[in-house]
């Protein structure tokens, strides 16, 4: 026992000097665990992440806006990649990580839950929802697991398009014709809330906030990464000339800050729980996907086994 | 259920005269699949000229407990560096 705790006590040690832990070296098991979730959680999201987009390929009003709109699903894809391979270095098989995705054992974020149900909506993602995941992923890059840290190294450096082809969409639409401006103008009072509930429950409600603090996978807490989100946010609004929906939003001199309303956690907890308008539709897109590719998986592996056979 | 394609561990030469460096691992049928998704997976923006697959159960590695005794011989021979040796400041281009 005495040697388990002078073990933690120098884990404890190289974190709070900044050393990078990597998948070789001894770790405690809560550190091990936390780790599988919430990298694999993230892959997840990643991966289901990109059938709200995907939905919207075929119907892109324009070539460039189609060429743009399949690179950034592509990037999801290998982020979702890059993740996974980061999860799996700390002994958990892609087979299980998928089986706990397709058995809906695991979460993923509870953005992807929601419709996408205008090309406005493509805008709007880009722009708040690849905006909040951004402000989430930076301080990510210096997690004190070294595989995860250098994924989101790669990760971030790819999301900035993301975000800004998406502000390019509500820019567009926004500054074009009545209508246009108006389903920039729904889209964003529909993915607000949302977006802001990408950062988790209120600090005093996220009880395992203050471990990933202590062990640097967490740098910031929720509240404080949801409020720099919305600070940058009011200003792009009014580039956007579009208003949040949120009459509560006021600058607060006094806290250099903007106040904002109460955010809806019942409708988070809800669809956390599972029921989301899209919850069913994801999980089952996502299912067909794996099952319909088996085929393909199994004649890679025939080919690969026959030309194998005929080199020896 | 064990479907899993083996496990590639990926090096990429980001530009001609520099070393391969590792980025990262995929699981692929084979070593011309591997390739491939390589290609697509880590250099979607022309990250590099030329890749390396190798199958991650062909490395060997350091074990990290024991990195202090297998890196010590080297620790104490700082005369293998050149500030180890006093030269007058006079002297020039060395």
Partial sequence: ?312 | MNSEFPLWEVFIRSHGGLNHKHVGSLHAADADMALENARDVYTRRQEGVSIWVVPSEAITASDPEDSDPFFEPAKDKIYRHPTFYKVPDNVKHM
């Fill in chain 1, 1 to 312: 026992m005495s040697h388990q705790v002078e073990l933690e006590e120098r884990f404890q040690a190289r974190i709070d000097a900044e050393q990078k832990i990597e998948p070789k070296d001894w770790m405690p098991d809560a550190y091990r665990k936390t780790l599988v979730r919430q990298i694999s959680q993230h892959a997840h999201s990643e991966i289901v992440g990109m059938l709200p987009e995907g939905n919207w390929i075929t119907r892109a009003p324009s070539l460039r806006r189609k060429v743009a709109l399949l690179a950034k699903v592509q990037d999801e894809a290998g982020h979702g990649l890059y993740l996974y391979a980061a999860a799996e270095t700390l002994g958990v098989s892609r087979d299980e990580l998928y089986d706990e995705l397709h058995t809906g054992k695991a979460k993923y974020s509870s953005i992807f839950n929601y419709p996408t149900l205008s090309w406005a909506d493509i805008g709007a993602v880009g722009w708040l929802v690849d905006g909040a995941a951004i402000m989430n992923q930076v301080p990510l890059c210096k997690c004190s697991f070294g595989p995860y840290a250098r994924a989101m190294v790669r990760v971030c450096k790819e999301e900035s398009f993301h975000q800004r082809q998406g502000f390019e969409i509500m820019m567009t639409l926004s500054h074009g014709s009545p209508a246009q401006k108006q389903m920039a103008q729904d889209a964003l009072n529909r993915w607000w809330w949302p977006s802001l509930m990408m950062f988790g429950p209120n600090d005093d409600a996220s009880p395992h906030s203050a471990q990933s603090m202590k062990w640097k996978i967490k740098r910031y807490s929720n509240d404080d990464l949801r409020q720099k989100f919305v600070d940058v946010m009011v200003e792009q609004a009014e580039v956007l000339e579009l208003t949040i929906p949120d009459p509560d939003i006021k600058w607060n001199e006094e806290r250099g800050h903007y106040d904002f309303g109460e955010i809806n956690w019942e409708e988070f907890h809800n669809i956390i729980r599972g029921n989301g308008p899209c919850n069913k539709e994801r999980l089952a897109a996502r299912k067909d996907a794996w099952d319909q590719g088996l085929w393909v998986r199994e004649a890679a592996t025939a080919y690969a086994a026959k030309r194998k056979k005929k080199a020896s």
